[in-house]
């Protein structure tokens, strides 16, 4: 942490792909990401963390993504505190990935911004972040939505469903041929993440 920059969120899945961990790291842009990676990369402690890793063999697969946000994610800069907005303490996120056809994404996030957003604010939890791909897997997006529970989720979803919005906003990105694929992960936090 000390050289790849602070640990915006930390987490394990509860349902989608199991035995993964789903962490977001901030940076100030691509250079500065390049710079505390070759820091990290020179930290005798990191060569001995893989090390021990190694030995564990628990390490099985990476995904990498450079996510940029979109100007209506709560999250957007590095070190950007946490505050929690919902109830309880427990807490449980839905983490999605939506798919674009090339060329199609931008319209779909500008009627999202303008329909769908507002029925979601009325009706979900708290919305953690808002992003797009820059590398990795293009034209797509990811968003995180963080809830009490499981049960609070379900209540939460279905009151959007039945919101005559919601039905608006799905009309208006039909049209747009959007969708390619969507993709859903339930996560928790965990005892160290600072979204929690």
């Not at 109830?87 to 500008?110: C, I, Q, S």
Request: hydrophobic share 40%; glycine share 10%; charged share 25%.
């Amino acid at each position: 942490t000390r050289h790849v920059g602070p640990n915006i969120g930390f987490f394990t899945t509860e349902f989608g792909t199991l035995n993964r961990i789903v962490f977001l790291r901030g940076f100030d842009d691509i250079d500065d990401r390049e710079r505390r990676l070759a820091a990290r990369e020179a930290d005798p402690e990191w060569a001995r963390f893989r090390a021990e890793s190694a030995k564990v063999g628990a390490l099985s697969q990476q995904e990498n993504k450079l996510l940029k946000t979109v100007p209506f994610s709560p999250i957007q800069k590095e070190g950007q505190p946490f505050i929690r907005r919902i109830g309880g303490t427990g807490m449980v996120v839905d983490h999605r990935t939506y798919d674009f056809h090339p060329g199609k994404m931008n319209a779909w996030l500008e009627a999202y911004e303008k329909i769908g957003l507002p029925v979601q604010n009325r009706h979900l939890g708290q919305l953690l972040i808002f992003a797009v791909t820059e590398c990795g897997p293009i034209n797509q997006a990811v968003f995180l939505w963080a809830y009490e529970g499981l049960g609070d989720r379900d209540r939460r979803r279905a009151a959007m469903a039945a919101d005559p919005g919601w039905a608006e906003f799905g009309k208006a990105t039909a049209a747009l041929g959007a969708l390619k694929q969507q993709t859903t992960m339930l996560l928790t936090p965990t005892a160290f993440s600072p979204i929690r």
